[in-house]
Nanobody
Framework: QVQLVESGGGLVQPGGSLRLSCAAS????????MGWYRQAPGKERELVAS???????NYADSVKGRFTISGDNAKNTVFLQMNSLKPEDAAVYSC???????????????WGQGTQVTVSS
C-alpha cells in the first residue's frame, strides 16, 4: 500500500509563511505527479500546485508568485512553501499523488489526510 502523510499546517498571521511537507511511503514503484489541493468551508476543492517527476510545475493563478512547490524524488517528498499568506488562503490542504505501486504495478491517485492552514491575525 501507499500512504501520503502531510505536515506543516498551522496558524499564521496575514503576510506570514508556512511550509507544508508531504511524504509518500509504502510499496512505491514510481511517482508521476504530486500536488497540493485545498478546500475551504463552503467551497470546491481546488488545485493549488503540482509538480511532475521531471520537475515541471503548475500553479493556480491565485498563488502564483507567492507559493512554490518542490520535490525530493529520492525521499518521495513534496513541499509547498507558502509566502505572503492571505486570509483567503485558509483551508484544509491535502497532498495528492499519481503513483504506481510496486506490488500490482497499478497507477492510481492517492490522497493524504489533509492539514489545516489558518491565516488570521
Amino acid at each position: 500500500q501507499v500512504q501520503l502523510v502531510e505536515s506543516g499546517g498551522g496558524l499564521v498571521q496575514p503576510g506570514g509563511s508556512l511550509r507544508l511537507s508531504c511524504a509518500a511511503s509504502g510499496s512505491i514503484r514510481r511517482i508521476n505527479v504530486m500536488g497540493w489541493y485545498r478546500q475551504a468551508p463552503g467551497k470546491e476543492r481546488e488545485l493549488v500546485a503540482s509538480i511532475t517527476r521531471a520537475g515541471s510545475t503548475n500553479y493556480a493563478d491565485s498563488v502564483k508568485g507567492r507559493f512554490t512547490i518542490s520535490g525530493d524524488n529520492a525521499k518521495n517528498t513534496v513541499f509547498l512553501q507558502m509566502n505572503s499568506l492571505k486570509p483567503e488562503d485558509a483551508a484544509v490542504y491535502s497532498c495528492n499523488g499519481l503513483i504506481q505501486d510496486n506490488t500490482y504495478l497499478q497507477t492510481r491517485t492517492y490522497w493524504g489526510q489533509g492539514t489545516q492552514v489558518t491565516v488570521s491575525s
